[in-house]
């Protein structure tokens, strides 16, 4: 699906009741069909802006359109997996697949729908375990499996992999990689991980410290599968640009810290 976002600022309220600002017109395109990482130092705004892009929370000012339709709530056009899995823990695999289906298919849609994710994931032989009995990849693929599931156009994933380790990031990465070459789906990835950004993207969207603006959109002209000899020069490239951005943070931290 076709996503605009136009001048896009978000300012909060802080306990001090100074304004925090964290986005600064922010201005994108994003084509159907486009794998796009936002990336950036820790607290530009990221996670902020794909928050708005899912309805959750409303921009200042500035709107963001999906196809014809300013977003302005959450809805079946757009899907969402977040840091964490957030499975429902008395459901059993299958049961936390369906759950957001319930409202408009029927029971053997719904078992459809799960197995067929859950086989595109590689957790069919699962769909009756709970998520305790899981390891935290597992838990993640169920989560992408339920996202994938609502059959949205637009699929939003906030930092999915932080959490897990570099073995099991690296597969889960190349599990989405096919699941976006298989449906085509237009995908809005948040990452701390410059490699990740370049390995699964068409382009890295580079914001800057806070406020969070955009500062470059870097287009990842490799070919898929992508190999690390032909990525390295392009995380230099990226680290170039976001150097300057996380000194400033650190100069920020740094004063903040000095002033208490």
């Known amino acids: 699906m076709y996503l605009n976002i136009d001048n896009i600022s978000k300012s909060f309220q802080r306990q001090d009741e100074q304004q925090l600002k964290a986005l600064e017109n922010i201005n994108l395109e ?14 530009c705004g990221k996670s902020t802006l794909l928050s708005i892009m899912a309805g959750l929370s409303k921009p200042t ?50 078992e459809a729908k799960a197995a067929e994710y859950l086989k595109m994931v590689h957790l069919s032989q699962f769909a009756e375990n709970y998520p305790h009995e899981l390891s935290g990849g597992m838990q993640q693929r169920v989560a992408i499996a339920r996202a994938l599931a609502m059959d949205s156009g637009l699929l939003l994933m906030d930092e999915p992999f932080g959490a897990l380790d570099e073995q099991t990031r690296q597969v889960l990465q190349d599990e989405v990689e096919k699941i976006w070459l298989d449906t085509k789906k ?75």
Do not use: C
């Open 30 to 43: 994003i084509n159907e069909g486009e794998f796009i990482s936002l990336l950036g130092p820790s607290g």
């Open 61 to 110: 000012s500035g709107s963001v359109r999906l196809e014809n339709n300013i977003i302005t709530e959450p809805g079946p056009d757009k899907s969402m997996v977040f840091q964490e899995p957030a499975l429902f823990p008395w459901m059993s695999v299958k049961e936390n697949v369906t759950f957001p289906l319930r409202k408009n298919f029927s029971k053997k849609e719904q």
């Open 186 to 260: 237009t995908i809005v990835f948040v990452t701390h991980s410059i490699r990740e950004a370049i390995k699964l993207s068409d382009r890295v969207i580079i914001m800057s410290a806070r406020p969070g603006t955009v500062i470059s959109d870097f287009r990842v002209n490799l070919n898929r599968p992508r190999q690390q000899k032909d990525m390295a020069a392009l995380e230099e490239d990226v680290m170039a640009i976001l150097k300057t951005e996380i000194e400033n943070v650190m100069k920020e931290e740094l004063q903040y810290a000095g002033s208490r």
